[in-house]
């Protein structure tokens, strides 16, 4: 069974940066060049809303909030996605989660904590 196992996750202060990777266990190397990768946040007291996504094409979208200072990227020899989050503010502090789905369902890795302090 497939896993996405997050890391890279901790305290960053404002202005730093941190970098997210998930890694898709276990899943064929094909399928996952295929899969649009996606970036979730869970804020405290918030719902789980979309971060980042990126296609099998390496097409990216990003949330208005994190335009200009999030990319997201991936490496597919490595079946990995990663996030590089630069310009840290507070309000980006929650659970990050790994995401794929795959005909109509959702799969998630853990998650990971950020905390950026002020």
């Known amino acids: 069974q497939v896993r996405l196992v997050e890391s890279g996750g901790g305290l960053g202060q404002g202005g730093g940066a941190l970098r997210l990777s998930c890694v898709a266990a276990?899943?064929?190397?094909?399928?996952?060049?295929?899969?649009?990768m996606n970036w979730y946040r869970q804020a405290p007291g918030k719902q789980r809303a979309s971060v980042a996504s990126i296609t099998g094409w390496r097409i990216t979208n990003y949330a208005d909030d994190v335009k200009g200072r999030f990319t997201i990227s991936r490496d597919n020899a490595k079946k990995t996605v990663y996030l590089k989050m630069n310009s840290l503010k507070p309000d980006d502090t929650g659970v990050y989660y790994c995401?794929?789905?795959?005909?109509?369902?959702?799969?998630w890795g853990q998650g990971t904590q950020v905390t950026v302090s002020s």
């Open positions: 276990r899943m064929i190397t094909s399928v996952y060049n295929s899969k649009t």
């Open positions: 995401n794929y789905n795959d005909y109509g369902t959702a799969y």
